[in-house]
């Protein structure tokens, strides 16, 4: 009888202790699914911000939510057009040209690297009344797969680097080189007081498609307050500029307010 009773235990410890097991396993496998988070490449939209860990906060101590930016600001038809990867001293300014004849304004994505060379560029851009986004020091893609000082190095060089070339002028947002987000880099970004930002939607303008096919990407369906994503660095831009001189029309005619990007909503 003793010898059942002890059998019996035996069986009923082994559940518990491979439920401990297989918790202490998924404690220490939280970084493989934080990993979902980042997404290197280009356009990678669909897995950039999503938050894999349940207990994530979702502000950081600055009160910058830690969530990934997608909408415009604004109650309505509203709509962020966003410009990655400059300055450039070809394309910047006919950008920045095309902007001011559509009274739009604009966020842009600065390379810390390239602020740094065309300081005056970033003055001109931030004297237009256009939002400053950190985006890296060099634009590394790969920065969701490199260790956390790493990233901070990235992020917080690339802000001040902008931040030198216009003093006084806030830096607001930070977007990731080719959406790699990563848990980190988006508390990095939160706890410099810039919203960590991404886009819905993109006419992959920066592999040159051609206009048509850059105007039926962006007059396709829109999504509830777009955050519109284009470059003005990186190459050829002229059909990004040509893109941009029909688009703004088109969305003003349809009755879209300009705005940033939402900073402090969810």
Not at 19 to 46: N, W, Y
Not at 108 to 127: E, H, N, S, W
Not at 138 to 151: E, F, I, L, N, S
Request: hydrophobic share 40%; charged share 20%.
């Amino acid at each position: 009888m003793g010898i059942t009773t002890s059998s019996a235990r035996r069986r009923r410890a082994v559940p518990a202790v491979a439920g401990a097991v297989l918790a202490l396993l998924a404690t220490m496998a939280t970084p493989a699914f934080a990993a979902a988070d980042s997404s290197a490449g280009r356009p990678a939209v669909g897995a950039a911000g999503r938050s894999a860990v349940g207990s994530e906060p979702a502000h950081g101590a600055t009160g910058i939510p830690l969530g990934i930016s997608r909408l415009a600001q604004g109650p309505g038809r509203d709509v962020a057009i966003t410009i990655d990867d400059g300055p450039d001293p070809r394309w910047t300014p006919q950008v920045l040209k095309v902007l001011r004849q559509n009274h739009v304004k604009a966020t842009f994505c600065m390379i810390g690297t390239r602020a740094q060379k065309y300081p005056d560029l970033v003055r001109a851009i931030a004297a237009d009344g256009h939002q400053l986004c950190d985006h890296s020091v060099d634009h590394d893609v790969t920065m969701d797969h490199k260790p956390v000082a790493y990233q901070r190095q990235q992020i917080l060089d690339g802000k001040a680097m902008i931040e030198k070339a216009v003093p006084g002028v806030a830096v607001t947002y930070y977007r990731a080189p080719g959406g790699a987000f990563t848990p980190d880099s988006r508390a990095i970004a939160a706890a410099s007081g810039m919203r960590p930002l991404g886009w819905s939607v993109d006419p992959r303008d920066w592999s040159r498609p051609g206009l048509p096919a850059i105007v039926a990407a962006l007059e396709g369906k829109l999504p509830r307050q777009p955050t519109v994503l284009f470059h003005d660095g990186g190459g050829d831009r002229s059909e990004t500029v040509a893109a941009l001189k029909e688009y703004l029309p088109w969305l003003a005619a349809r009755g879209y307010a300009f705005t940033f990007p939402a900073r402090t909503a969810p």
